[in-house]
Nanobody
Framework: QVQLVESGGGLVQAGGSLRLSCAAS????????MAWFRQAPGKEREFVAR????????DYHYSVKGRFTISRDNAKNTMYLQMNSLKPEDTAVYYC??????????????????WGQGTQVTVSS
């Protein structure tokens, strides 16, 4: 059983930065890939970024590529999302997820069994 807890959300002006953290417990985080998703009001949960188990291979949604950076510290069982040049359209609840099943379609939220509670990110214009 994996437990995930996000932190670091808040209110920021457009062009600003935030750093989200996701602390994992109940397992060894280096055993699974991890990802960030987000969900805006009235919209489906969408893929943001993913990082592999141990090599740190990353993948991003095209809308955040070049602005967001996903990273992880396996010694601390923690994953991060550095968000720069934030835009109002980045406003959403951000969730971290653990891929314990080695998903082939890791961009689909439905495949993940473990989720954090979410942290709100609001970007004002």
């Amino acid at each position: 059983q994996v437990q995930l807890v996000e932190s670091g959300g808040g209110l920021v002006q457009a062009g600003g930065s935030l750093r989200l953290s996701c602390a994992a417990s109940g397992g060894t985080s280096s055993n699974y890939a991890m990802a960030w998703f987000r969900q805006a009001p009235g919209k489906e949960r969408e893929f943001v970024a993913r990082i592999s188990r141990s090599l740190g291979i990353t993948d991003y949604h095209y809308s955040v590529k070049g602005r967001f950076t996903i990273s992880r510290d396996n010694a601390k069982n923690t994953m991060y999302l550095q968000m720069n040049s934030l835009k109002p359209e980045d406003t959403a609840v951000y969730y971290c997820a653990a891929d314990t099943s080695r998903l082939s379609d890791y961009r689909a939220a439905k495949g993940y069994d473990y989720w954090g509670q979410g942290t709100q990110v609001t970007v004002s214009s």
